[in-house]
């Protein structure tokens, strides 16, 4: 576990969770927890072990964005560090499979960075909202930039221009959480799809996120030299011949990142 004030941090094997953890205030954002989790995912980011990464929130939310009570007076009130900002490129370039597990309210930039991790579930009764016009700003963490990627330009817009809150069935329907679960259940699934993803050889799954970022700004002829140098060389690895043997041996496979 770690010393963070404002999140938890905690590393099991090959797999990392990251909770924001201000549970009586549904973990609203301060400049303490914009530092800690920049902090934080550079860490992870640079940790070989670790293989996927979950990112949540304690007790009833996941993220509503900034706290708005802290942020009347104080520290809380001077703006964030502009470095702060690059928590949504951490969450989606790191060579790990980031997970959004959503318990709860998710809206402004806790929405965004929902966004910016690869694969989104959240709990029945999770509530969203873009939010940031409801309190006349433009936005950040890279909403605009993020959401038509998963859900198309049109609905993307209309959520930021509308911000009407809508519940977790409408997420799943519209393609923005992959799955929901019940609140009773939830932790348990969502645990079991990350340790799932974190037995999954760690050069081809590093090396296929990877692919999915370069994709996002390259051109197809481009990509896919790319994309065949990569194939070549985890097929190549020892990590693929352990995989094959496993496969014809009916057993699981033991990889060793190399």
């Given at each position: ?52 990464v979950l990112f949540t929130g304690s007790g009833r939310g996941f993220c509503p964005g900034v706290d708005l009570k802290a942020s009347t007076s104080g520290e809380a009130q001077a703006p964030f560090s502009k ?65 038509p990627r998963i859900i198309g330009a049109s609905k993307a817009r209309e959520l930021f221009f509308m911000p009407d809150k809508f519940k977790a069935d409408e997420a799943e329907r519209i393609g923005l959480v ?81």
């Amino acid at each position: 576990m770690s010393d963070y004030e404002t999140i938890l941090y905690d590393v099991e094997g090959t797999r990392a969770t990251i909770t924001m953890n201000r549970p009586d205030n549904l973990n609203g954002i301060t400049n303490a927890m914009m530092r800690e989790l920049y902090d934080c995912l550079n860490v992870v980011a640079r940790d070989d072990s670790v293989r996927v990464v979950l990112f949540t929130g304690s007790g009833r939310g996941f993220c509503p964005g900034v706290d708005l009570k802290a942020s009347t007076s104080g520290e809380a009130q001077a703006p964030f560090s502009k470095a702060c900002f690059h928590i949504t490129s951490l969450l989606h370039e790191m060579p790990k499979v980031t997970v959004a597990g959503i318990n709860g309210m998710c809206a402004g930039a806790g929405f965004g960075w929902a966004c910016a991790c690869d694969l989104r579930y959240a709990t029945a009764s999770a509530t969203f909202n873009s939010a940031f016009l409801g309190v006349a700003i433009s936005g950040d963490m890279a909403g605009p930039w993020l959401l038509p990627r998963i859900i198309g330009a049109s609905k993307a817009r209309e959520l930021f221009f509308m911000p009407d809150k809508f519940k977790a069935d409408e997420a799943e329907r519209i393609g923005l959480v992959s799955k929901t679960f019940s609140d009773e259940t939830f932790r348990d699934e969502v645990d079991a799809i990350v340790d799932r993803l974190s037995k999954a050889a760690p050069l081809a799954i590093g090396e296929m996120k990877r692919n999915f970022v370069n994709a996002e700004n390259m051109p197809l002829r481009d990509y896919i030299e790319l994309e065949s140098e990569r194939h070549s060389r985890t097929g190549a690895s020892a990590d693929s011949r352990e995989a094959f043997h496993a496969f014809v041996e009916k057993r699981e496979p033991q990889f060793q990142g190399r």
